[in-house]
């Protein structure tokens, strides 16, 4: 996807995070069986994200507390509830700064004085499954 001087004179944020993407695959086995797995759709997207504190405890496996992280996208980026967050990466020192795998928990669409979108608005919060299930 091009994120270009479109995107710069329609929006007013610099985006100074990237994030990959990736959305849930479906295959069938040789029994017939559907398989899903997570396939990288989009890499690098720009973003603008700054952590959230939690006060819900994951008490299985480990205690800690749950990670969240508020994200704003630009208005053409390709995401909905399906979507995965991995590999958040500052912008300027193109340093990985948190690596879990984060799901999409609320979304909701910013629209300017003249009601085009401007801006997506996302929740995401720290997956809780097993490693093997992220694959």
């Not at 994120?3 to 695959?25: C, F, P």
């Not at 952590?51 to 507390?65: E, H, K, L, N, V």
């Amino acid at each position: 996807m091009d994120y270009g001087l479109y995107l710069m004179a329609r929006t007013y944020l610099r985006m100074i995070h990237r994030v990959d993407l990736y959305k849930r695959v479906w295959t069938k086995d040789d029994y017939g069986q559907k398989i899903g797995s997570w396939a990288l759709t989009d890499k690098e997207v720009p973003c603008y994200a700054t952590p959230g504190q939690s006060s819900i405890i994951r008490m299985s496996p480990t205690i800690d507390p749950i990670d969240y992280f508020d994200f704003i996208f630009p208005y053409n980026t390709n995401i909905d509830y399906n979507t995965r967050l991995k590999m958040l990466i500052s912008g300027i020192r193109k340093e990985v700064f948190y690596d879990k795998t984060l799901e999409v928990v609320r979304m909701e669409r910013f629209p300017s004085y003249t009601g085009k979108v401007t801006h997506i608005g996302v929740n995401a919060k720290t997956v809780i499954e097993s490693e093997s299930d992220n694959k």
